[in-house]
């Protein structure tokens, strides 16, 4: 390890047992004993309050105060973290090495009782991924150091349904983690706009030494989001939606990320909601199969002729195939 980290174990095994001598420190830490005094008077010198208790029961140890710092976690504040770090690392977060070496950190330089808790906590808590899902961990690396440097990447992307990828120069702004996939978010230079760019239909990246100025306020996930919801026009006529159905599916509908947006009503048999014509014709559609039978469309009558159509043309389909 290093100095600082050598410096920082030591904190957290005096914070961890009431009182520690030197030898104890060297054999947890593997230190040569003389280093572990260059250490203890260094912390000292930079206003940690270590006191060194003489006698046959003597050792080093911190000043209560001391203990309570800021610097160190409580329990709860513990188990918060090992709790985050799982769902990071099930989102394939990108310094997930780090992140696990800093939780082995965490438990190793706790009292008993705490790591314990941690243990016990934390063995209640999973992430499920996919077997297939390809490790995004460099790529994702690469993006959010071009990030924080504001350097333009370049990339080789692939489009969805098209058979040919296509070198693009990107000046990232953000990441965003929605619904199980990473998208950078930023200017891209072939189009002349800001798009979305999923992480996994990257196949391959570089980083440039061209700089680029980050918009002013400009949120990732906000502009996201935006991008996903239909553009509603002022002047644009809205579609009133009435659907009825089981409670549960209502309450599923209620609970999309889409159509939570729209939503004027909710009752128990009933949902309402307004949306633009475009977006009930093609996206609504594909949300309201799923549930099957377990709603009616009340309205509009073209909707519920929409899902025949498209039904239809399935049965069509596998009839022939």
Same mark, same amino acid.
């Given at each position: ?57 003597? /050792?080093? =140890? @911190?000043?209560?105060?001391?203990? *309570?710092? &800021?610097?160190? #976690?409580?329990?709860? +504040? ?125 196949? /391959?990246? =570089? @980083?440039?030494?061209?700089?680029? *100025?980050? &918009?002013?306020? #400009?949120?990732?996930? +906000? ?99």
């Amino acid at each position: 390890m290093s100095k600082a980290d050598n410096m920082l174990a030591i904190l957290w095994l005096l914070r961890s047992k009431k009182r520690i001598t030197a030898q104890n420190l060297a054999d947890e830490l593997e230190l040569n004993i003389r280093t572990v005094y260059r250490y203890i008077d260094a912390l000292c010198a930079s206003g940690v309050p270590i006191i060194a208790d003489s006698g046959h029961h003597g /050792g080093y =140890r @911190l000043l209560h105060e001391f203990v *309570e710092a &800021p610097l160190f #976690f409580n329990s709860d +504040e513990q188990k918060a973290l090992v709790h985050a770090a799982r769902f990071a690392l099930g989102a394939d977060y990108p310094y997930g090495d780090a992140l696990d070496q800093a939780i082995s950190k965490l438990k190793k330089y706790t009292n008993d009782v705490q790591r314990d808790a941690i243990e016990r906590h934390s063995a209640g808590l999973d992430v499920i991924q996919s077997p297939f899902t390809q490790t995004l961990q460099p790529v994702l690396e690469d993006i959010e150091k071009s990030v924080a440097s504001s350097l333009t990447l370049e990339i080789i992307y692939q489009k969805e349904h098209d058979p040919e990828s296509s070198v693009r120069s990107l000046d990232p702004y953000g990441l965003v983690f929605w619904i199980g996939k990473w998208y950078v978010v930023g200017h891209c230079h072939l189009r002349k706009a800001v798009r979305n760019f999923r992480v996994d239909r990257i196949h /391959g990246l =570089r @980083l440039t030494d061209k700089t680029f *100025e980050r &918009p002013k306020h #400009f949120e990732a996930k +906000e502009f996201f989001l935006k991008n996903l919801l239909p553009t509603n026009n002022p002047k644009e006529e809205l579609i009133d939606i009435r659907i009825e159905g089981h409670p549960q599916t209502l309450k599923d509908l209620h609970n999309n990320w889409f159509l939570e947006q729209l939503e004027i009503e909710f009752r128990d048999h009933e949902i309402f909601f307004q949306l633009d014509k475009k977006s009930t014709i093609v996206f609504l559609p594909h949300i309201l199969l799923s549930y099957g039978k377990s709603l009616n469309i009340l309205e509009p009558k073209f909707l519920k002729e929409r899902l025949v159509d498209i039904t239809a043309d399935l049965h069509d389909y596998y009839q022939s195939h």
